[in-house]
């Protein structure tokens, strides 16, 4: 095997430990974090309460003397941050004055065979595409420089197509030193159809009164969606496929100076409105919707028509507006403002959901963080079981095609 279980890593912008979690599930707890670095004082302080280790802060205040041991691998959700155009065209990746020149810094190693063997980053789906592939490709070559054989296009890969109902697409980079294996890294992962898993399978259908108090949704957002609920059911929405904007109905200004997209919405609201307009008229006074806030005034009905009540969906208050889907699974966890409510609770999913929909063992602990904290720290977390899969993918194709090679 090319790793023993007891491998040694080190856990770069490490958040609450996302990687770390999933090499302890892949080593059942024999893997040892060497060295762990978060800036963010309060993802750091529940990495330090979970794992009881110290932290290392500023990843670019980090002697390399500090790491008193060799590694093997080498984990690091970085930060996105583009690379110098200049630098490409003269011919070299240039990542220099990004955060991912440290994660190159800290691995390299005059002598090859002490550096790491195995890499695994993640970073958000745009990654490939980003600035017209000049971001991977910069990417890809530091890390070729410095004697990596690396995967050719990273892995898009989400918690759904492991059966978690989360939909959290993003790219996964692997790469080993190219003494060890230099061949190409295919990698067969398993996906689980669309659509096949359900938001109920992560929420806690009978949560305590006490609890359930701190998340149920305010009046206001309850009358906003009992509003939108009467309109789902007055109006046939199935074959609308654009935003619903309430502030259009009976507008006639001018928008010929808008951009074409927004006139063609616009234009579409007023004439549902046109076309409903007994109902509309009485729907906005008995709501009294001219008066809600501007983001209650605006709907985004994404179900088609797999569902018919508001309330059957999973809902979001979004600043562009309310925003139904089906509940399948939960949209990407981000942060406080945008946690995802399940519309049959009349309640925003849980810490404790949260942590489910990110694979965070059940021993986690948030209680010391404030609720802002602990959904903003998830939001910002790799999915722990997408991670342990795609690693343990990697290590199964290494042990199998190493030997080959
Ligand atoms: C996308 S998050 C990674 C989260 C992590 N993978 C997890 O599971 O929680 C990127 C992290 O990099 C941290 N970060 C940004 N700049 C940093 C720096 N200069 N030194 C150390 N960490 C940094 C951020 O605070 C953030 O937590």
């Not at 490490?14 to 979690?21: L, R, T």
């Not at 999933?22 to 309060?42: H, L, R, T, V, W």
């Not at 496929?241 to 259009?248: K, N, T, V």
């Not at 010929?256 to 919405?265: G, N, T």
Request: charged share 30%; hydrophobic share 35%; aromatic share 10%.
């Amino acid at each position: 095997m090319l790793l023993d279980k007891n491998f040694k890593f080190i856990d770069l912008f490490a958040g609450i430990g996302g990687f770390h979690c999933a090499m302890d599930k892949y080593s059942s707890g024999k893997a040892k974090c060497i060295m762990a670095s978060e800036i963010n004082p309060d993802a750091k302080k529940t990495y330090e309460n979970h794992f009881k280790m110290n932290v290392l802060g500023d990843i670019t205040k980090i002697e390399k003397s500090e790491i008193k041991e060799t590694f093997d691998v080498v984990c690091g959700g970085f930060p996105c941050q583009t690379f110098s155009k200049a630098g490409m065209q003269k011919g070299f990746g240039d990542p220099r004055g990004t955060l991912f020149k440290e994660i190159i810094r800290l691995a390299e190693n005059e002598d090859l065979s002490k550096q790491p063997k195995i890499m695994i980053l993640e970073n958000v789906r745009n990654l490939i595409t980003h600035d017209n592939g000049v971001t991977w490709n910069t990417i890809k070559k530091a890390l070729e420089d410095i004697n990596y054989n690396v995967i050719d296009t990273p892995i898009v890969v989400g918690p759904k197509d492991f059966n978690i109902p989360q939909l959290r697409e993003r790219a996964i980079i692997l790469a080993v030193r190219k003494d060890i294996y230099s061949g190409e890294i295919k990698l067969d992962i398993e996906r689980k159809k669309n659509n096949c898993t359900s938001i109920y399978d992560i929420v806690d259908a009978d949560l305590p009164e006490e609890e359930y108090k701190n998340y149920r949704i305010t009046e206001k957002e309850e009358e906003a969606l009992d509003a939108w609920n009467a309109f789902v059911k007055g109006i046939n929405l199935t074959v609308i496929g654009f935003p619903i904007w309430s502030d259009e109905f009976g507008d006639e200004r001018d928008i010929s100076d808008l951009p074409e997209w927004k006139q063609d919405f616009i234009l579409k609201n007023r004439k549902l409105y046109k076309d409903n307009k007994r109902f509309i008229d009485q729907w906005l006074k008995k709501h009294k919707i001219r008066s809600m806030i501007p983001t209650y005034r605006k709907f985004e009905w994404q179900v088609a028509n797999k569902i018919h009540d508001v309330y059957d969906g999973i809902i979001q208050f979004r600043p562009s507006g309310i925003r139904v889907k089906q509940p399948t699974e939960s949209p990407t966890l981000v942060a406080m403002v945008h946690v995802p409510v399940i519309g049959k609770y009349r309640r925003r999913i849980t810490i404790n959901e949260a942590r489910k929909l990110q694979s965070f063992p059940e021993n986690y602990d948030f209680t010391g963080e404030t609720k802002f904290n602990a959904y903003k720290q998830l939001g910002n977390a790799v999915n722990v079981e997408v991670i342990y899969q795609v690693f343990k993918k990697f290590m199964d194709f290494l042990d199998k095609n190493v030997k080959e090679n």
